[in-house]
């Protein structure tokens, strides 16, 4: 009886994870870097996502990004730059980040998304004034929130913000922020 019983629930477990499954989705984010003093440039990425939900409650998510637009600085602290002479364009070459996520189901249609893990941004940095550009070359801590809606059984749209906390301060930023929309299909 024990051995029908683990049986039936290993069928039951097996069966809802592979109904979970693989999904995929693409969409476009507003990003901001914020470096220190408070200063800032935003600019839009594009965004794809692969992931597994290994069951409704936990998955695992692969995201690389890369930039649609450049960015302005208006205030960009290298060397004798001040306030006054320096405007920097930024760009995103790419992001790419690893993460576990976990879900909470607000009822049929909406739940909310959770994910943490780590993600590294490269891109450059022009300094207009002087003709030199830096290379941006930053990893650190990500972590972010989305809120799902499903629109088919098998589609969805995401709203989502996610910040990645800089660990390398090389080019003086602190970290990035994006916020997005996402549509995502489920295998």
């Known amino acids: 009886m024990k051995r029908l019983f683990a049986i039936c629930m290993l069928m039951l477990i097996s069966s809802y994870s592979l109904s979970q499954g693989l999904y995929l989705g693409g969409g476009v984010e507003k990003a901001e870097f914020i470096a220190e003093y408070d200063t800032s440039t935003e600019m839009e990425i594009a965004t794809v996502n692969i992931g597994y939900d290994f069951n409704q409650y936990l998955g695992i998510e692969a995201q690389a990004s890369t930039g649609l637009t450049e960015g302005k600085w208006p205030y960009f602290t290298v060397g004798a730059c001040g306030p006054d002479n320096c405007n920097a364009d930024t760009s995103v070459d790419s992001i790419v980040g690893a ?89």
């Open 99 to 187: 993460y576990a996520t976990g879900t909470f189901l607000l009822g049929d249609r909406v739940s909310i998304t959770g994910k943490a893990g780590y993600a590294s941004t490269r891109g450059s940095i022009d300094l207009n004034t002087n003709n030199s550009e830096s290379r941006l070359d930053q990893n650190g801590l990500s972590y972010g929130a989305g809120i799902n809606f499903r629109l088919l059984p098998k589609s969805d749209i995401q709203l989502s913000y996610m910040r990645t906390s800089f660990s390398d301060n090389d080019e003086n930023m602190d970290y990035l922020e994006r916020l997005g929309i996402h549509f995502i299909y489920h295998f």
